[in-house]
């Protein structure tokens, strides 16, 4: 996955996050969203990222965890079966693997000053009622709502048909996501172990 591509799902994750059932006018799960939105003030999670490819029948698995605090500190850790990290910490944003690390000012590079703009205000809510990213539809299945998303943006339509996202009733937040590409391609990123509004050390966030 190329780093452009990598960021992308990074933004359509914490974009959908909030953004999809706002736009169905249904004004009582548009506030249960925004409820849960405005008390996250720190979230931890385990994620397990699956793609599948239509030409290739073994799944591709990735793990890793998540770490973000309110409203301007975001970590995405992929542990397995590679280590990557990107850190978003206010106007600095750092890429590292084992072999290289790079920090870029957000000020000084409009492609990442969109990307951090994005998923930090998609987070804290600011993003409710933004109709020109997506369209969507939703439905309710047992104890979740499960939202469709048709991209709007030229960036993501480039790359993805459209994202399913699973959200719990009960604690109106997302479980799963499903990004699919224009060639059908598949990927799958399931939360788990989801910790809310305990503390994280700074260090988790430090972009140096």
Not at 144 to 154: H, I, N
Not at 173 to 189: A, P, S, Y
Request: with cysteine; proline share 1%.
């Amino acid at each position: 996955m190329n780093m452009k591509k990598g960021l992308l799902i990074l933004i359509t994750f914490h974009f959908s996050l909030l953004v999809s059932l706002a736009q169905q006018g249904d004004a009582q799960i548009r506030q249960k969203i925004s409820q849960a939105a405005a008390a996250m003030k720190t979230m931890q999670c385990d994620f397990v990222q699956t793609k599948h490819l239509k030409m290739l029948s073994e799944e591709m698995v990735s793990k890793g965890r998540m770490c973000y605090q309110q409203s301007q500190c975001l970590r995405w850790e992929y542990t397995s079966p590679y280590d990557y990290t990107l850190i978003i910490n206010h106007d600095k944003v750092l890429l590292k693997n084992r072999q290289r690390q790079d920090v870029i000012d957000v000020n000084q590079n409009r492609f990442f000053k969109e990307i951090a703009s994005i998923m930090m205000n998609s987070v804290v809510g600011n993003c409710l009622n933004d109709d020109k990213s997506f369209k969507s539809t939703v439905t309710a299945r047992g104890g979740e709502w499960v939202a469709t998303l048709t991209p709007q943006r030229r960036d993501m339509k480039q790359m993805f048909r459209e994202i399913i996202l699973h959200f719990s009733q009960r604690e109106a937040m997302v479980t799963q996501v499903e990004l699919i590409e224009k060639n059908g391609d598949r990927t799958t990123i399931e939360l788990k172990n989801v910790k809310m509004n305990e503390t994280i050390s700074p260090d988790m966030f430090t972009v140096r």
